[in-house]
């Protein structure tokens, strides 16, 4: 049996042709219904040498395990778990994983105790572990399902771990803080405190106290063997401890927090890795904000400033040299923002900044001591801007008084002959958003913007604009674009010359706020100004040096609504266009074209008048379409926008690409259906092609027959059709009854009240649409629900019917004495009297009844039939017939109303 199943390992290993796989696998599923097949996989999985075999034997029984019968099962199970200790390391990984699903499998088939019972008396530590771990994942599925287990397990599971922790077994160790960590993670939802209490005890009593051999971690470290593993085992640790103090926050003493904080001290003045690092920095965090015990940080903020922050922002040698040969990577290094726990310097600026918006003012005068105090004892340029760069993330939110009494310093600083220091004091004037600043600080933006070190001339930028942002004074603000006019365009220039350099986020904002800034004046300049974007813009795609998103094509947008005050902006924006179709040509296949197409549309939109050179993006979104998800909702508002302006859209031979862009957008998402009938019927109108709508006939019964097209926007685009229909000879008859089927069906749905202002204004804006046609189809499908209303008149007839508004013997008479004209206004009335009969239930739901909303659509009707006689009769003879319905009374009263104001 071991020879073949080896045989049959390798064979599949060796990647054969089908049929050989096939009959391998076939053998391999009728062996697996043996036992003596799970006997030998388990011998060859602990011993054999060929480390493929014994994969592929692991992948063979997780495979099967489900299918075997429950006594293999158990079998099975019991053989992993005595099997685990003697697999090879470099296989455990798989080996959790059948471990994950095997015991998902053996609780459904054997029940929790089964599986209780190996974990708390194993029979060895790894098993018990690994199986733990695969109940975490169960628990985290099911957790409000399984609270009673939850709590019931983790009482049990802690003290496992107290042994385990004097293994010195890493591996066990960093696996059993692992389980801890998720077990926290699932408690963070574990309901009642007293349930919260049962879980925190086992922790607080038997499980931290053990941790002290690692807090105490030096001699440890001393074996160059396990570093790497202990590194490993650090972050679990750090971990789990970010997470327990945020659990227990309401249990936290002295007494829990002592060793911990201890322990954290020592991961600060560590060699260990900048994870382990980012970790300790995590737990800090934890400590203060989420546990908020912000007394920690606080109390000792001078030691952290001084000891655990500032060692993170000093320059090494090679980012000193970026500051000079490469200043764009020299930013790219060093301004990190967010959370990232992996990257100590920007960890702590994350945490600067977070203690200022919650006002620990120690944390800001420790730093604004520790600048000071290096401004004077610095020994070098590269120290001071280490310092500055560490205050720059305390500015966000500083106490705007102290910080003007820092403006003066920081001015000297700006012209200071050693660049390095220049660049650092421009950093912290760059990152002072609610922070105003002077006119010297201004002037000496102003000076360095063209600075001979570019970097320099980047922090000036990044400043100048933070402060044309936030300036509120509208007065000094327009003082100062007053003084600054006649430079504007020499300053867009700078800016446009250091977005080149650098190109990231921070220079693409300021960008924008210079042009907002300076928008009339550089309004004759957009199209140079543009053109040089999307030459940056396509440079940097194809360079792959773009850092996530860029942001260019922001600017050129920003630039674009600046052109909206042009009072012909045509021919600016039809020459941006051409410069955007030839950008467009050559990053096809370079990069995502989403923004590219972004930026067309905007052009389209705010463009004074139309140009037939937009549509000459038509061919690009057709060779994109199958590769560009974004596209198909893109298109479809700006389709509709060139149909709409373009007053000879048959002379521009557009229709046939229009149609197959539609076509294909609908066959990627059949969702999309009642928006594309509106582009149809909008282009049926405008061109006069009724074969458009033939062709789009199938698009029309799918939105038909929409189950929820009432709710996504069906009834507009469906209106639209019926209107194009009735709106040219012949059209009507060419899907039958089906206009009125779908009113009928519409009216069933309980919104459909809310839908009658939205169809009446439908109606409005076609001037030569057949009113009567509308009318006919809109009352047959409210009297079809609204017509009929049943009640009790009295306690001895129960189910008598009513019928509001059809008014059947009037009917008749009309029809006897009245000429053809008068049988139009009928049918006008009919709608009328239906809407009426509406309000006479007494048991209407509550859901879609709205007397405010239908009488506002009854007056619409009102205003387009203009028969006031007959509506006041109408009128009249409903309020008779309204009985005693209070609400009922109200609403034909205030719709008398309307009806007296027409006729005066």
């Given at each position: 049996?071991?020879?073949?199943?080896?045989?049959?390992?390798?064979?599949?290993?060796?990647?054969?042709?089908?049929?050989?796989?096939?009959?391998?696998?076939?053998?391999?599923?009728?062996?697996?219904?043996?036992?003596?097949?799970?006997?030998?996989?388990?011998?060859?999985?602990?011993?054999?040498?060929?480390?493929?075999?014994?994969?592929?034997?692991?992948?063979?029984?997780?495979?099967?395990?489900?299918?075997?019968?429950?006594?293999?099962?158990?079998?099975?199970?019991?053989?992993?778990?005595?099997?685990?200790?003697?697999?090879?390391?470099?296989?455990?990984?798989?080996?959790?994983?059948?471990?994950?699903?095997?015991?998902?499998?053996?609780?459904?088939?054997?029940?929790?105790?089964?599986?209780?019972?190996?974990?708390?008396?194993?029979?060895?530590?790894?098993?018990?572990?690994?199986?733990?771990?695969?109940?975490?994942?169960?628990?985290?599925?099911?957790?409000?399902?399984?609270?009673?287990?939850?709590?019931?397990?983790?009482?049990?599971?802690?003290?496992?771990?107290?042994?385990?922790?004097?293994?010195?077994?890493?591996?066990?160790?960093?696996?059993?803080?692992?389980?801890?960590?998720?077990?926290?993670?699932?408690?963070?939802?574990?309901?009642?405190?007293?349930?919260?209490?049962?879980?925190?005890?086992?922790?607080?009593?038997?499980?931290?106290?053990?941790?002290?051999?690692?807090?105490?971690?030096?001699?440890?470290?001393?074996?160059?063997?396990?570093?790497?593993?202990?590194?490993?085992?650090?972050?679990?640790?750090?971990?789990?401890?970010?997470?327990?103090?945020?659990?227990?926050?309401?249990?936290?003493?002295?007494?829990?927090?002592?060793?911990?904080?201890?322990?954290?001290?020592?991961?600060?003045?560590?060699?260990?890795?900048?994870?382990?690092?980012?970790?300790?920095?995590?737990?800090?965090?934890?400590?203060?904000?989420?546990?908020?015990?912000?007394?920690?940080?606080?109390?000792?903020?001078?030691?952290?400033?001084?000891?655990?922050?500032?060692?993170?922002?000093?320059?090494?040698?090679?980012?000193?040299?970026?500051?000079?040969?490469?200043?764009?990577?020299?930013?790219?290094?060093?301004?990190?923002?967010?959370?990232?726990?992996?990257?100590?310097?920007?960890?702590?600026?994350?945490?600067?900044?977070?203690?200022?918006?919650?006002?620990?003012?120690?944390?800001?005068?420790?730093?604004?001591?520790?600048?000071?105090?290096?401004?004077?004892?610095?020994?070098?340029?590269?120290?001071?801007?280490?310092?500055?760069?560490?205050?720059?993330?305390?500015?966000?939110?500083?106490?705007?008084?102290?910080?003007?009494?820092?403006?003066?310093?920081?001015?000297?600083?700006?012209?200071?002959?050693?660049?390095?220091?220049?660049?650092?004091?421009?950093?912290?004037?760059?990152?002072?958003?609610?922070?105003?600043?002077?006119?010297?600080?201004?002037?000496?933006?102003?000076?360095?913007?063209?600075?001979?070190?570019?970097?320099?001339?980047?922090?000036?930028?990044?400043?100048?604009?933070?402060?044309?942002?936030?300036?509120?004074?509208?007065?000094?603000?327009?003082?100062?674009?007053?003084?600054?006019?006649?430079?504007?365009?020499?300053?867009?220039?700078?800016?446009?010359?250091?977005?080149?350099?650098?190109?990231?986020?921070?220079?693409?904002?300021?960008?924008?706020?210079?042009?907002?800034?300076?928008?009339?004046?550089?309004?004759?300049?957009?199209?140079?100004?543009?053109?040089?974007?999307?030459?940056?813009?396509?440079?940097?795609?194809?360079?792959?040096?773009?850092?996530?998103?860029?942001?260019?094509?922001?600017?050129?947008?920003?630039?674009?609504?600046?052109?909206?005050?042009?009072?012909?902006?045509?021919?600016?924006?039809?020459?941006?266009?051409?410069?955007?179709?030839?950008?467009?040509?050559?990053?096809?296949?370079?990069?995502?074209?989403?923004?590219?197409?972004?930026?067309?549309?905007?052009?389209?939109?705010?463009?004074?008048?139309?140009?037939?050179?937009?549509?000459?993006?038509?061919?690009?979104?057709?060779r994109n379409l199958e590769i560009e998800d974004f596209l198909c909702s893109r298109i479809r508002p700006l389709l509709s926008f060139l149909i709409d302006r373009d007053t000879n859209i048959n002379e521009r031979g557009v229709v046939p690409i229009i149609l197959e862009l539609l076509h294909s957008c609908y066959q990627r998402d059949e969702s999309d259906g009642s928006d594309i009938l509106n582009i149809v019927a909008g282009l049926t109108v405008k061109t006069g092609q009724l074969e458009i709508m033939q062709n789009f006939?199938?698009?029309?019964?799918?939105?038909?027959?929409?189950?929820?097209?009432?709710?996504?926007?069906?009834?507009?685009?469906?209106?639209?059709?019926?209107?194009?229909?009735?709106?040219?000879?012949?059209?009507?008859?060419?899907?039958?009854?089906?206009?009125?089927?779908?009113?009928?069906?519409?009216?069933?749905?309980?919104?459909?009240?809310?839908?009658?202002?939205?169809?009446?204004?439908?109606?409005?804006?076609?001037?030569?649409?057949?009113?009567?046609?509308?009318?006919?189809?809109?009352?047959?499908?409210?009297?079809?629900?609204?017509?009929?209303?049943?009640?009790?008149?009295?306690?001895?007839?129960?189910?008598?019917?009513?019928?509001?508004?059809?008014?059947?013997?009037?009917d008749e008479k009309t029809q006897k004495e009245n000429n053809e004209e008068e049988d139009e206004e009928k049918d006008k009335m009919f709608a009328l009297d239906t809407i009426g009969g509406s309000f006479g239930s007494s048991d209407m739901s509550a859901d879609w009844f709205n007397q405010s909303e239908l009488i506002k659509n009854f007056h619409n009707l009102m205003i387009s039939v203009k028969s006031n006689e007959e509506i006041m009769n109408s009128l009249s003879q409903l309020l008779e017939q309204s009985g005693d319905g209070t609400d009922y009374l109200s609403c034909v009263d205030q719709m008398l109303n309307y009806a007296k104001k027409i006729q005066k």
């Open positions: 049996m071991e020879a073949r199943i080896e045989e049959l390992a390798l064979c599949i290993f060796k990647s054969p042709s089908n049929e050989e796989r096939k009959a391998a696998e076939a053998e391999i599923a009728q062996l697996a219904e043996t036992v003596e097949f799970y006997q030998t996989a388990f011998q060859i999985i602990v011993s054999h040498s060929n480390k493929s075999v014994r994969q592929e034997v692991m992948v063979w029984i997780t495979k099967y395990f489900k299918s075997v019968p429950p006594e293999l099962k158990q079998f099975c199970f019991e053989s992993f778990i005595k099997s685990l200790p003697n697999i090879d390391r470099t296989h455990l990984n798989y080996a959790e994983k059948m471990a994950n699903e095997w015991t998902e499998e053996y609780i459904k088939v054997f029940g929790w105790p089964a599986v209780r019972e190996k974990i708390i008396s194993p029979e060895n530590q790894l098993s018990s572990l690994m199986l733990a771990k695969a109940v975490c994942k169960e628990l985290k599925r099911k957790r409000n399902q399984t609270l009673e287990l939850f709590t019931d397990f983790a009482v049990e599971i802690f003290p496992i771990f107290v042994q385990i922790l004097e293994s010195q077994d890493f591996y066990l160790i960093q696996m059993a803080f692992h389980i801890a960590n998720r077990l926290i993670k699932t408690s963070e939802t574990a309901g009642p405190s007293k349930q919260l209490k049962e879980f925190i005890e086992p922790i607080s009593e038997q499980f931290l106290p053990n941790l002290q051999p690692f807090y105490n971690y030096s001699s440890i470290l001393l074996n160059i063997q396990k570093t790497i593993e202990y590194e490993k085992l650090t972050v679990e640790i750090l971990k789990f401890l970010s997470n327990y103090v945020y659990i227990i926050k309401h249990f936290l003493d002295e007494n829990t927090l002592s060793p911990i904080l201890s322990y954290m001290q020592s991961i600060f003045t560590s060699n260990l890795s900048s994870k382990s690092i980012g970790k300790a920095l995590e737990l800090l965090y934890s400590i203060t904000f989420r546990a908020k015990v912000v007394s920690v940080l606080s109390e000792n903020a001078e030691y952290f400033v001084s000891n655990v922050f500032a060692p993170f922002f000093v320059l090494q040698p090679a980012e000193i040299e970026f500051m000079e040969t490469d200043p764009a990577l020299f930013v790219q290094t060093i301004e990190k923002e967010g959370n990232d726990w992996c990257d100590p310097r920007a960890s702590v600026s994350h945490i600067i900044k977070k203690s200022n918006q919650i006002g620990l003012t120690a944390v800001f005068e420790n730093l604004f001591n520790y600048l000071t105090t290096t401004l004077q004892n610095a020994e070098n340029s590269s120290q001071i801007f280490s310092a500055c760069d560490m205050f720059s993330s305390s500015v966000y939110k500083f106490d705007p008084q102290q910080f003007s009494e820092l403006i003066p310093t920081l001015c000297e600083l700006c012209d200071n002959e050693d660049f390095v220091i220049r660049a650092a004091a421009f950093k912290i004037l760059s990152n002072a958003v609610n922070c105003k600043s002077t006119i010297n600080a201004i002037e000496v933006c102003l000076n360095h913007l063209n600075d001979e070190a570019i970097l320099v001339s980047y922090y000036a930028s990044v400043s100048l604009s933070l402060t044309f942002r936030t300036i509120k004074n509208s007065e000094m603000k327009d003082e100062l674009l007053e003084s600054l006019r006649k430079n504007s365009v020499e300053i867009v220039d700078i800016f446009l010359r250091i977005n080149t350099e650098f190109n990231n986020e921070n220079i693409a904002y300021s960008l924008m706020d210079i042009l907002e800034f300076f928008s009339d004046d550089v309004l004759p300049y957009a199209v140079s100004i543009s053109e040089n974007l999307l030459k940056l813009y396509e440079e940097t795609s194809k360079s792959n040096e773009q850092q996530g998103e860029s942001l260019i094509p922001h600017s050129i947008n920003t630039l674009i609504e600046c052109m909206k005050k042009m009072p012909d902006n045509t021919d600016s924006l039809k020459e941006i266009f051409s410069h955007l179709l030839q950008t467009t040509e050559n990053l096809i296949g370079v990069c995502d074209l989403e923004e590219i197409f972004r930026i067309g549309s905007r052009i389209v939109y705010n463009s004074t008048h139309f140009d037939p050179l937009y549509w000459e993006i038509l061919p690009y979104i057709q006939a199938d698009v029309i019964a799918a939105v038909y027959n929409e189950d929820k097209m009432i709710y996504d926007g069906g009834v507009d685009s469906c209106v639209s059709v019926i209107l194009c229909m009735s709106d040219f000879q012949g059209m009507s008859n060419l899907f039958g009854d089906i206009t009125n089927e779908m009113l009928s069906e519409w009216s069933e749905c309980e919104e459909f009240p809310f839908k009658i202002q939205t169809i009446i204004s439908k109606f409005n804006d076609f001037v030569n649409f057949d009113f009567n046609f509308a009318i006919n189809c809109l009352a047959s499908s409210i009297k079809a629900i609204h017509g009929q209303i049943n009640y009790k008149e009295d306690d001895e007839d129960d189910d008598k019917l009513v019928f509001y508004g059809d008014m059947e013997e009037e």
